[in-house]
């Protein structure tokens, strides 16, 4: 989850990140009935990834439809989701999973903070909290009418498979990172691990990932980070 406040590239980072990915579904808005009319495309592997560049819209509307969808979205990165409203919880069922990424302001993050912390959410998401530093190259870009280029991210196995092989000691690094992640105990701690072991097969280990680690280490952290445009 990227939390901060307006402004702050939250949408822009997103979608950059999920421009070449074609297994991914961009929600603006979603309801259970949305949910469950492609629930088998999550179980098929059809799609494997769910963004919300506003993920606070999901609690503008009924606060039961937004808890039974809240509840649906920490099944599908945990234990994963299985059984529907009204269906027969005997019944054998292949489960739905998934990757969910979500932009947070910080308004939002601070009102549902204590909620999420007693019901489970706030445990199963690493939280990178950002601002921009220099936002004067946001007025620039927009006095010479150029795009900022967030660039894009194509690189990806063939087999579509990497394995996680991250060793006790750079465990050990992570968890000095997310020592202040609510996670640490769970679900965000095995994300991070796939994470470190994307970066390190992506650079084959020249320090590229180490960097990224430190770079992305303070958004980790409890005073959160500032964005540099064009660095």
């Known amino acids: 989850m990227i939390v901060g406040p307006p402004g702050s590239?939250?949408?822009?980072?997103?979608?950059?990140?999920?421009d070449n990915h074609p297994d991914v579904v961009i929600c603006s808005d979603l309801n259970v009935q949305?949910?469950?009319?492609?629930?088998?495309?999550?179980?098929?592997?059809?799609?494997?990834?769910?963004?919300?560049?506003?993920?606070?819209?999901?609690?503008?509307?009924?606060?039961?439809?937004?808890?039974?969808?809240?509840?649906?979205?920490?099944?599908?990165?945990?234990?994963?989701?299985?059984?529907g409203p009204g269906g027969d919880p005997r019944m054998p069922r292949?489960?739905?999973?998934?990757?969910?990424?979500?932009?947070?302001?910080?308004?939002?993050?601070?009102?549902?903070?204590?909620?999420?912390?007693?019901?489970?959410?706030?445990?199963?998401?690493?939280?990178?909290?950002?601002?921009?530093?220099?936002?004067?190259?946001?007025?620039?870009?927009?006095?010479?009418?150029?795009?900022?280029?967030?660039?894009?991210?194509?690189?990806?196995p063939a087999n579509r498979t990497i394995k996680v092989d991250v060793s006790d000691q750079r465990s050990r690094q992570i968890e000095k990172l997310m020592k202040s992640q609510p996670g640490l105990?769970?679900?965000?701690?095995v994300l991070m691990k796939k994470i470190t072991a994307v970066l390190d097969w992506k650079y084959n280990s020249n320090g590229k990932a180490d960097a990224l680690l430190g770079d992305v280490g303070a958004s980790l952290s409890k005073h959160g980070d500032e964005i540099i445009i064009g660095d």
């Not at 590239?9 to 999920?18: G, R």
């Not at 799609?47 to 509307?61: C, D, G, H, N, V």
């Not at 932009?103 to 909620?115: K, S």
């Open 34 to 83: 949305q949910w469950l009319k492609m629930k088998d495309e999550f179980v098929n592997k059809r799609y494997s990834l769910l963004a919300f560049p506003e993920f606070e819209k999901i609690y503008q509307r009924h606060p039961s439809t937004a808890a039974n969808l809240e509840g649906i979205i920490k099944a599908l990165v945990s234990e994963g989701y299985g059984t």
């Open 94 to 156: 292949l489960k739905a999973r998934a990757c969910v990424i979500g932009g947070i302001t910080t308004d939002c993050f601070e009102r549902h903070y204590e909620l999420w912390q007693k019901n489970g959410f706030l445990r199963r998401f690493i939280w990178c909290v950002v601002s921009v530093k220099n936002p004067d190259l946001i007025v620039e870009a927009i006095r010479k009418w150029e795009k900022i280029d967030f660039g894009r991210i194509v690189f990806r």
């Open 185 to 189: 105990h769970g679900t965000a701690y």
């Open 9 to 18: 590239f939250k949408t822009t980072i997103i979608e950059c990140a999920m």
